[in-house]
C-alpha cells in the first residue's frame, strides 16, 4: 500500500514538473516573440524617420520571415486639432461643431467648447459658457486648470462637459493633438474635422477625400494624389472671405509627422509612436514617443 500511495505520489509530482516545464517553454517563447516584435518595430521605425521616406513607399511594408515583420504609417500631426491653440475661434468654432457632430445639442457642444479654450488660455477671465478655477474647485479639483495647455489628450477630460464627449464618442482622442501648430493639414484631415473647420458640405469632402486617398480608398498608399491647396479650396467649394479666413489654418506644409510603426511575428504585435519635426537641414526634433 505504502508502494502504491509513493507511486501515485511520484507521478503527481513528475506530472506537476512537466507542466511547469511546458508553461515556463510557452511563456518564454511568448517573451521573446514579444521582443522580436519590439524589435521589428523600431526597425520599422528607423525605414519611417528615414529623411527620403514617403507616404505610401513600398519599404514602409516589409516581411521578414514566414511569420514577421513590420508595417509603418506616415501621417501629419496636423491631422489632428491642435487642441492648445483652440482660443483661436476658428479652431474653437471648429471643435463646437465637431461634437455637434458627435450628437451633443447646442449648448452642450458649446460649453465643452469654451471651456476647453478657458483651460488652455492665460488669463481667469470666463467665457459665457466656459470654465475657470472657480467652477473646478465647486467639483473638488483644486490647482487647476494651469492656463498652460494640455499635457496630453486625454487631460481633456477633466473640463467640462467632456464626459458626455466621451460617452459618445469613446474615441475622440484620435481627433485632438497637444503637439500641432495650429493648422490642419489637408492631406490627412479626417472627414468629420475637414467639415467642422472649414464648413463645405458633406459631398464636397468626400468628393475632396475620394480623389486624395486615390483608387483603393486607403490613404496613405502609393496611388494618393497630390492636391495643391488651390484645387483643394475650389474642390471644397470654398472661395471669397471663406477661403481668406481659411488660408491660415488649412495647408498641405505641415512638416510635423506621427509615425506609427507596428512590428509582428504570428499574433504578437508591438507599436511605437513617434512625433518628429523634421528640419530644413534634415534634422530631427522629437515631440513624443508612445510604445502600445
Known sequence: MIMIWALLLMSVTVMGVVEYIRYSAEEGALAAAEFHALHLAESGLAVGLHPEARRGDKVLKQKIGTDSGFDVVINYEGARIPINLVTDERLMGAVVQLFER?????????????????????????????????????????????????????????????????????DWREFFSVYGDGTIDLRTAFKETLIAISGASESDVENYIARRDGADGIPGTEDDQRISDSEAFRMLGLSGDRAAAMQGILTSDDDLRRITSTGYVGEKRAQIIVVARRGEDRSLTYLARMEE
Open 102 to 170: 458627435w450628437g451633443l445639442n447646442s449648448d452642450e457642444a458649446t460649453i465643452a467648447g469654451e471651456s476647453l479654450a478657458d483651460w488652455v488660455d492665460r488669463d481667469e477671465t470666463v467665457r459665457s459658457n466656459g470654465a475657470e478655477k472657480e467652477f473646478y474647485e465647486t467639483q473638488g479639483i483644486f490647482d487647476l486648470p494651469r492656463d498652460s495647455g494640455f499635457i496630453n489628450v486625454d487631460e481633456m477630460l477633466l473640463v467640462r462637459g467632456m464626459g458626455i464627449v466621451d460617452r459618445l464618442k469613446p
